[in-house]
């Protein structure tokens, strides 16, 4: 299952990350970056790396911060009853 989820301030990655730990099964997040340069990573192990800044570089080895606006969250199990709060309508 693929949802398209906005995460708008610090709080709401805290949030999203705490839901998604109690998910059976691995969560990915992918997007973009302002370049347009897709990454991808597991919402379950790296997604605390956005509390720390909301970057990415540490992981991609990248200078390009995220584009909020494209981000993905998939599952092979349906997770939208922990997410629901952060899926695009």
């Known amino acids: 299952m693929k ?3 906005e995460l708008t301030t610090l709080e709401d990655v805290k949030q999203f990350t705490q839901l998604v730990q109690k998910a059976e099964g ?3 997040l992918s997007g973009k970056d302002e370049h347009g340069s897709a990454w991808e990573l597991s919402a379950k192990s790296a997604l ?3 509390l720390l800044g ?3 570089q540490h ?4 200078d390009q911060d ?3 606006n494209t981000i993905v969250c ?3 199990a349906s997770i939208y009853p922990l997410i629901k709060k952060f899926v695009k309508e």
């Not at 992981?59 to 990248?62: E, N, Q, S, Y």
């Open 3 to 5: 949802y398209e989820i």
């Open 26 to 28: 691995d969560v990915r």
């Open 48 to 50: 605390c790396v956005f």
């Open 54 to 56: 909301g970057h990415i």
């Open 59 to 62: 992981i991609l080895h990248a």
């Open 66 to 68: 995220i584009d909020w």
């Open 74 to 76: 998939e599952c092979d």
